[in-house]
T-cell receptor, first 113, second 114 residues
Framework: DAKTTQPPSMDCAEGRAANLPCNHS???????VYWYRQIHSQGPQYIIH???NNETNEMASLIITEDRKSSTLILPHATLRDTAVYYC??????????????FGSGTQLTVLP | GAVVSQHPSWVICKSGTSVKIECRSL??????MFWYRQFPKQSLMLMAT?????????EQGVEKDKFLINHASLTLSTLTVTSAHPEDSSFYIC??????????FGQGTRLTVV
């Protein structure tokens, strides 16, 4: 699986958009970009994933650059409950095969009141 | 999303005793479950991959005789920490998948060995 690089920490004002970057310059054609987050002392929570098109769901939007070497997770209106460590993970999806997720160090997002 | 339940949420045990942690997929059949360990201020580290009906595959450096994994059904995997020592104190997390693109995580178990 390709390696990812994320800033160790970011702050965001409550109510504003939080934009979390991820660099994955060695990503290969069959690898997806996944985002999970981990609130303190809880298990990771799936947020969103994408291959090359931008994706949006009720939690967030995922913007993937055209060359797929980087992506940005956008939380449109951050709340205090969004304070967590956000993990960007690149992994190939092999149809029915199950593969583990490899977690990097992630970005600690702190939403400030 | 699918629900994975982990039990207990926290446990304190004496050094030398064994502790069993359960991981259940509540609304789907999990052909594969993964066990992770997370030390304070560190990221999740994969310990082992558990496939239903077969022996677990352990990551390098993880003692299979110390961390016993059983995946007897499509909805339950257990991790038993045998002869626990204070250095085994950690946050243990399971995840489960039915082979789709998403993996769902339990809420984690905080183990403290005294």
């Amino acid at each position: 699986d390709a390696k990812t690089t994320q800033p160790p920490s970011m702050d965001c004002a409550e109510g504003r958009a939080a934009n979390l970057p991820c660099n994955h310059s060695t990503i290969s054609g069959n690898e997806y970009v996944y985002w999970y987050r981990q609130i303190h002392s809880q298990g990771p929570q799936y947020i969103i994933h994408g291959l090359k098109n931008n994706e949006t769901n009720e939690m967030a939007s995922l913007i993937i650059t055209e060359d797929r070497k980087s992506s940005t997770l956008i939380l449109p209106h951050a709340t205090l409950r969004d304070t967590a460590v956000y993990y960007c993970i690149v992994r190939a999806s092999l149809g029915g095969s199950a593969r583990q997720l490899t977690f990097g160090s992630g970005t600690q997002l702190t939403v400030l009141p | 999303g699918a629900v994975v339940s982990q039990h207990p949420s926290w446990v304190i045990c004496k050094s030398g005793t064994s502790v069993k942690i359960e991981c259940r997929s509540l609304d789907f059949q999990a052909t594969t479950m993964f066990w992770y360990r997370q030390f304070p201020k560190q990221s999740l580290m994969l310990m082992a991959t558990s496939n239903e009906g077969s022996k677990a595959t352990y990551e390098q450096g993880v003692e299979k005789d110390k961390f016993l994994i059983n995946h007897a059904s499509l909805t339950l995997s257990t991790l038993t920490v045998t002869s626990a020592h204070p250095e085994d104190s950690s946050f243990y997390i399971c995840s489960a998948t039915s082979g789709g693109v998403e993996a769902f995580f339990g809420q984690g178990t905080r183990l403290t060995v005294v």
